[in-house]
């Protein structure tokens, strides 16, 4: 198939990439690289041995993305782009709703004009809310995120719902991520966040190459086994394949509409995290505990039976991985992509 990756320069995107055209997909991209480095290209061209076009613009200008199906073949979209940081989201609700749900309305209406129906979706469990009991699964409502990007998830998990419902001639996957971490294993691409990360990985990451002094782990009291909040690190790898399972899945299917966790089933302390990283990377992370960060829940992690089961998709990487691959990516691009 053709398939267009919008946000394909980005950390899940790129990554995706590379396995969609292992898989025998012709890929090309669309980003309007406002958090991703065009350096990313060529480095996927060399991983992928083929050359990737891409389109450099932002997908809520409606005319441009009319422009690019009328001119390309597209047979399906998986639809990475958009903001992602939570904190940003609670400075700056409008550029994430308006950004979100204006890129996903243009594409929606460009795919339908041009006879295009099968889209991959990257949503987030964070659409599960702070009630939903452990393991979350597909099936739990009323979803509901705490802040403004989870709410844009939210948003158009329910839009797509919508227009599923109508016109069942589409083939729609909801993809609900855990905690993405890792990186390729060549270490060619990874995760290349701007300025100061908001995650605990790339966090790690940096105080192990040395770009930051001290982890600040946000808290140590949470009723969890050690204390420290625990969650579902999926590594990018597995994420990446899980987009090409699903798209086998629903290009054979007659369901307009499905939703699937790509998680392990399985929580990871901070601590537990921060000591895996020290063995992988051999480097000391040193780390002060300070008070809980707002937002954060104790525990979160998937039922991820339904995309095993459905999409013969299982989390095969271990945290050890996570690290090594991440640990790889950071110390060969200790300044991510700026190194090129
Ligand atoms: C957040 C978002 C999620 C998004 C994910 C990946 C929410 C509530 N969370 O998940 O939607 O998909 O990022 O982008 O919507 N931690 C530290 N020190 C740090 C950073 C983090 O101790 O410097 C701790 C946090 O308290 C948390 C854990 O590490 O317990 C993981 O944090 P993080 O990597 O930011 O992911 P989430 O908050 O789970």
């Given at each position: 198939?053709?398939?267009l990756?919008s946000?394909?320069?980005?950390y899940?995107g790129?990554h995706?990439?590379?396995h969609?055209?292992a898989?025998?997909?012709d890929v090309?991209?669309?980003?309007n690289?406002?958090?991703?480095?065009p350096?990313?290209?060529?480095r996927?061209d060399?991983?992928t041995?083929?050359h990737?076009?891409?389109?450099?613009?932002?997908?809520t200008?409606?005319?441009k993305?009319?422009?690019l199906?009328?001119?390309?073949q597209v047979?399906?979209v998986?639809h990475?782009a958009?903001?992602k940081?939570?904190?940003?989201?609670v400075?700056?609700?409008?550029?994430?709703?308006?950004n979100?749900?204006?890129?996903?309305?243009?594409?929606l209406?460009?795919m339908r004009?041009?006879?295009?129906?099968t889209?991959v979706?990257s949503s987030?469990a964070?659409v599960?809310?702070d009630?939903a009991?452990?393991?979350?699964?597909?099936?739990?409502?009323p979803?509901q995120?705490?802040s403004?990007?989870?709410r844009?998830?939210v948003?158009?998990e329910?839009?797509?719902?919508?227009?599923a419902?109508?016109?069942?001639s589409?083939r729609i996957?909801?993809?609900r991520?855990?905690n993405?971490?890792g990186a390729h294993?060549?270490?060619?691409?990874?995760?290349?966040p701007?300025?100061i990360?908001?995650n605990?990985?790339?966090?790690?990451a940096?105080?192990?190459?040395?770009r930051?002094?001290?982890?600040r782990i946000?808290?140590?009291?949470y009723?969890?086994?050690?204390?420290t909040?625990e969650?579902?690190?999926i590594h990018?790898?597995?994420l990446?394949?899980g987009?090409?399972?699903a798209l086998?899945r629903i290009a054979?299917?007659?369901?307009?509409?499905?939703?699937w966790?790509?998680?392990?089933?399985r929580?990871?302390?901070v601590l537990?995290?921060?000591?895996a990283f020290?063995?992988?990377s051999?480097m000391?992370?040193?780390?002060?505990?300070?008070?809980?960060?707002t937002?954060?829940?104790p525990?979160?992690?998937?039922?991820?039976t339904?995309a095993n089961?459905?999409l013969?998709?299982v989390a095969t990487r271990?945290?050890d991985?996570?690290?090594a691959?991440?640990w790889?990516?950071?110390?060969?691009?200790?300044n991510?992509?700026?190194?090129?």
């Open positions: 198939m053709r398939v990756v946000g394909g320069a980005g899940i790129s995706t990439v590379v969609l055209t898989a025998g997909h090309l991209v669309v980003d690289f406002g958090n991703a480095k350096a990313v290209m060529a996927l060399a991983l041995n083929t990737i076009p891409v389109h450099a613009f932002d997908l200008d409606r005319d993305t009319e422009r199906f009328a001119t390309e047979d399906a998986v990475f958009g903001l940081a939570v904190g940003d989201s400075q700056r609700p409008l550029d994430y709703y308006e979100n749900l204006q890129s996903t309305f243009s594409l209406r460009a004009r041009h006879g295009c129906s889209l979706f987030s964070t599960y809310g009630q009991p452990l393991p979350y699964r597909e099936d739990y409502e979803l995120a705490n403004p990007y989870g844009t998830k948003m158009i329910t839009v797509l719902r919508d227009v419902h109508i016109d069942p589409w996957a909801v993809l991520y855990f993405p971490v294993p060549s270490g060619a691409i990874g995760e290349d701007q300025g990360p908001n605990l990985m790339p966090f790690i940096q105080v192990a190459v040395g930051r002094d001290r982890l946000f808290g140590d009291d009723p969890t086994t050690d204390g909040c969650r579902d690190y990018v790898e597995d990446a394949y987009h090409v399972a086998n054979s299917t007659d369901e307009p509409i499905r939703t966790n790509l998680g392990t089933g929580g990871t302390s537990e995290l921060v000591k020290e063995r992988a051999g000391p992370i040193p780390y002060d505990i300070v008070g809980r960060r937002g954060d829940l525990a979160s992690w998937a039922d991820p339904r089961e459905e013969g998709w271990t945290v991985d996570m690290c691959d991440t790889r990516w950071q110390s060969q691009n200790p991510g992509y700026e190194d090129v």
